[in-house]
């Protein structure tokens, strides 16, 4: 069983998830940040916003979390569902903005 410290205590793989998802819907990108693996790469499709492969922490924050707080106002997420089929946690949740903010990307 693979599991990860994080807050302090080993976790699951499917705790580590709840508590990185819950990290983002009450806002604490450090929370969130320090939860993931340094070497962690993060894909966002091409065509969507902020499209392209992060790699580490820095890379995600500043390319796709600080964004989101100085380019979107009224941006929040809030949880949507979670499986765990074997050995693999999965987490979907919904993001909602209002209009973008001029002179943004």
Same mark, same amino acid.
């Given at each position: ?33 320090? /939860? ?6 993060? $894909?966002?499709?091409? *065509?969507?916003?902020?499209? !392209? ?32 089929? /074997? ?6 949740? $919904?993001?909602?903005? *209002?209009?973008?903010?001029? !002179?943004?990307?």
């Amino acid at each position: 069983m693979v599991t990860h410290q994080h807050d302090g205590h080993a976790a699951t793989g499917s705790a580590v998830v709840e508590a990185l998802y819950g990290s983002l819907v009450q806002g604490d990108v450090t929370a969130l940040l320090a /939860g993931l693996d340094e070497r962690i790469e993060w $894909t966002v499709p091409p *065509g969507l916003h902020y499209g !392209g492969t992060y790699r580490g922490r820095e890379e995600i924050l500043e390319n796709v979390f600080s964004r989101f707080v100085t380019e979107w106002q009224d941006f929040a997420v809030a949880p949507a569902e979670s499986w765990t089929p /074997g050995a693999v946690s999965s987490r979907s949740a $919904t993001a909602a903005a *209002g209009t973008r903010r001029s !002179g943004s990307r």
